[in-house]
């Protein structure tokens, strides 16, 4: 069970209850104009700059009404780190001393989103001073801001992976203009935010910015990222194009800013706020885009008069799908079972959410499938639907989902196997947005990375196992762990440990840790097929099917739990199928 590349330290226990996988992501973006600037009826006026409290109450109250589970703010007071927090009391007779970025829209906003929620800020800068634009406190009418200009991010759940980035590498603007990124636990995408400058102030620095978050995402750009902010150009700006042209923007047709100076028959209005996630290769990922206007202020910019908004921009609100849900084929996210039966057909037993599965079953294939290692954990073919991935003699083979778990023509990704490989298609390993497969033969094991050019394919193979991996029986787990990585669940066949199930959870690298035990007593007499159902019973925790030896050959489902440092591990069992499943299936995956 030798394993290679491993990062020394990265499996740690989970010490919280698991963190249920999202079936869809709510993001708000929002320009909140936050620093102190200019005064009502002067021109670049956006409202309410000297209320950081009542702007942070504001998008406290977004949040809440739309149910979000992502916020992304530009234009945003805040810091970095865990300096000069805000001096609110977090629980009952707590206490946090005031310090300069006390006032600030992000410790003014963290306690008002409440328990559960990170919050993370990258600072930037005006052409001038950072600091003078959200602590001014010297001028009348000005009011007073802690913190420093820049962009925010916070989701409601664990936050990993948190990096800030210079979207202009050069001296040409004068100014700071990162990007925050960050993930989600329990989300596959990497979320984004960050300001664009307008192509006409500093010639190509848009299009540049565009390029350098592109270089910064490398291959999850076109997959795997969900990015906001205010771009400063619409859909049809020839500057945008590198965004518009690769990523499927949740769009409305509706203005996003506007201003209507004192001496203006009528305002002027654009679409500068955006939403954009890697797409499929048909269709889309969004469910629903809104643009709040009420949040926005529609009025004229005429001193004495009070403003109809909190902001010159608009929130975006978008929510979109996560797709697929490990081990489901069939569209409805309850993970599904796959079997070969006794005459090497494929069998498709539809899950009911609770570990049981549906009969009859149906037929998905009508022979051939003997002796094949078959798998389904990811989207091949970017259609939003999991396909099954099997190595059938000595190719791996995709075959595309039609959208109910029946199964069209096969693609070969890879030749020359042995024919005794055992597959696993764990998913997403390398968080690029393209499903991997882990693959074992002549005693090691492989990670063959996906691609999705102009069809599913696989790279080369990498070795991440050295020896040890001819006696295990491998399966994809899922995210055991909610850590937003795929992991691997193997059973040892002979030996002093025989029986074992392992966990390997995945990490950062695309390999895997050193194992844990996930189980024991699983020999091949006592159970001799055994595979990963993900969350089959929707309690976000990994589980497992097992076929019995004795003479019944019922089929258990084993409802994963979790034992006292956090780790994942097997539950009890229940009996889902009463008999037959030892003479009739030879293999499920």
């Not at 959208?403 to 005794?420: E, M, Q």
């Not at 994809?476 to 850590?483: M, N, P």
């Not at 029986?499 to 959870?505: D, E, H, S, T």
């Not at 007593?521 to 099917?545: C, F, K, N, Q, V």
Request: glycine share 14%; aromatic share 6%.
């Amino acid at each position: 069970m030798a394993l290679t590349a491993v990062l020394p330290g990265s499996a740690q226990a989970v010490d919280r209850d698991p963190e249920p996988v999202k079936r869809q992501l709510t993001v708000l973006t929002w320009n909140i104009c936050g620093e102190t600037l200019v005064l009502r009826g002067s021109t670049g006026y956006c409202p309410h700059r000297d209320d950081a409290a009542g702007k942070a109450r504001k998008i406290a109250e977004l949040v809440q009404k739309y149910q979000a589970d992502v916020v992304m703010l530009q234009e945003v007071c805040g810091y970095e780190g865990d300096v000069n927090a805000t001096p609110v009391p977090r629980e009952p007779h707590s206490t946090v001393s005031p310090g300069p970025n006390s006032k600030s829209h992000m410790a003014l906003l963290e306690p008002l989103l409440g328990a559960g929620w990170t919050v993370r800020h990258a600072a930037g800068n005006r052409p001038t001073d950072k600091e003078s634009f959200c602590r001014n406190s010297t001028s009348p009418g000005y009011g007073e801001i802690g913190g420093s200009i820049g962009v925010l991010i916070a989701v409601k759940g664990g936050m990993h992976d948190v990096r800030r980035f210079e979207t202009v590498t050069g001296g040409t603007t004068g100014r700071s203009l990162p990007a925050i990124c960050a993930r989600l636990v329990g989300w596959p995408d990497q979320l984004c935010t960050t300001h664009l400058i307008a192509g006409t102030e500093y010639g190509d620095v848009q299009q540049a910015q565009v390029a350098e978050i592109k270089n910064q995402l490398g291959a999850s750009w076109r997959q795997g990222v969900v990015i906001g902010g205010d771009l400063n150009g619409n859909l049809a700006d020839p500057d945008l194009a590198g965004v518009t042209r690769e990523l499927d923007a949740c769009e409305t047709g509706k203005p996003t800013a506007q201003a209507w100076p004192a001496t203006a028959a009528a305002p002027s209005t654009w679409s500068f706020d955006h939403v954009f996630a890697g797409g499929l290769s048909s269709g889309t990922r969004w469910s629903s885009c809104v643009v709040d206007h009420e949040a926005m202020d529609r009025s004229q910019n005429v001193a004495g008069t009070e403003p109809s908004g909190w902001s010159d921009h608009a929130p975006v609100i978008a929510t979109l799908r996560q797709a697929p849900i490990p081990g489901d084929m069939t569209g409805d996210d309850r993970p599904d079972l796959v079997a070969v039966d006794s005459e090497g057909r494929l069998r498709l037993y539809p899950g009911r959410g609770t570990g049981e599965l549906t009969t009859p079953h149906t037929l998905i294939g009508s022979g051939g499938w003997t002796g094949a290692s078959v798998s389904h954990r990811g989207d091949w073919t970017g259609d939003g639907t999991e396909d099954l991935l099997a190595r059938v003699n000595g190719e791996l083979r995709v075959y595309p989902n039609q959208g109910d778990g029946t199964l069209g023509s096969p693609i070969r990704v890879a030749s020359g196997l042995p024919v005794n490989a055992r597959v696993a298609g764990v998913g997403d390993v390398n968080l690029d947005g393209v499903p991997d497969a882990v693959v074992s033969y002549e005693d090691k094991l492989y990670r063959y990375d996906g691609r999705r050019d102009t069809g599913p394919g696989l790279r080369a193979p990498v070795e991440i196992g050295s020896q040890g991996w001819a006696d295990m029986d491998l399966s994809g787990a899922g995210d055991a762990d909610r850590d937003g990585r795929p992991d691997l669940l193997a059973r040892q066949r002979s030996g002093s440990s025989a029986g074992n199930v392992w966990l390997y959870r995945g990490l950062a690298d695309g390999s895997f840790a050193d194992p844990t035990r996930y189980g024991f007593g699983y020999t091949t007499g006592s159970r001799p097929l055994i595979a990963g159902a993900a969350d089959a019973d929707g309690d976000s925790i990994a589980d497992m099917w097992a076929v019995t030896g004795d003479g019944t050959g019922r089929l258990l489902f084993y409802r994963g739990g979790t034992n006292g440092s956090g780790t994942p591990v097997d539950g009890a069992s229940v009996e889902v199928g009463l008999s037959g499943w030892k003479s009739e299936i030879v293999s499920i995956g």
